[in-house]
């Protein structure tokens, strides 16, 4: 059987600048993901630290910080069957260059410093990074099944 999973999403300040917010978040909804919780919001030093701390100390951890806190970003937990894997599939590939045709990475990204989304590489990653944008005790909606979840519940 197949596992539901929430994973972190932020839609960056290129995207958001760019106008695009409804049309990166019907590619999950399209397919059949839940967004549980959602908000704009502007990011701070703190939250900016704590969001790329593995990245510290690197060449590049400066301009992600900078880049991050430059305008506000649209955070999101998004909800589904494998949405870890599925929702990177759908990002593509970190560096637009070589993101498959039809992500939205490849779709709406002019270069690799404007790749306009992240999204978590691992269920501890998304609930560390869910962590840092929302309180997950009163933030996610989570009291609602999707479609495909009352198919596949009719199922069982």
């Not at 779709?107 to 997950?136: G, L, Q, T």
Request: charged fraction near 25%; charge should be negative; include cysteine.
């Amino acid at each position: 059987m197949t596992d539901t999973e929430r994973t972190f999403v932020a839609i960056k300040p290129d995207a958001v600048q760019r106008g695009l917010m409804g049309k990166i978040i019907t590619r999950f909804e399209e397919k059949g993901f839940k967004i549980i919780a959602m908000k704009m919001l502007e990011v701070t030093q703190e939250q900016a630290a704590k969001h790329y701390e593995e990245h510290y100390g690197k060449p590049f951890y400066n301009g992600l910080v900078r880049f991050i806190t430059s305008a506000p970003i649209v955070a999101m937990v998004v909800e589904g069957i494998n949405a870890v894997a599925e929702v990177r599939h759908i990002l593509g590939a970190t560096n637009p260059a070589n993101a498959d045709v039809g992500s939205i990475r490849a779709d709406f990204s002019p270069i690799m410093a404007c790749n306009c989304v992240h999204a978590s590489d691992s269920v501890a990653s998304a609930e560390r990074e869910a962590k840092i944008y929302f309180d997950v005790e009163k933030e996610l909606c989570t009291n609602w099944k999707t479609m495909m979840e009352i198919v596949l519940d009719g199922q069982k």
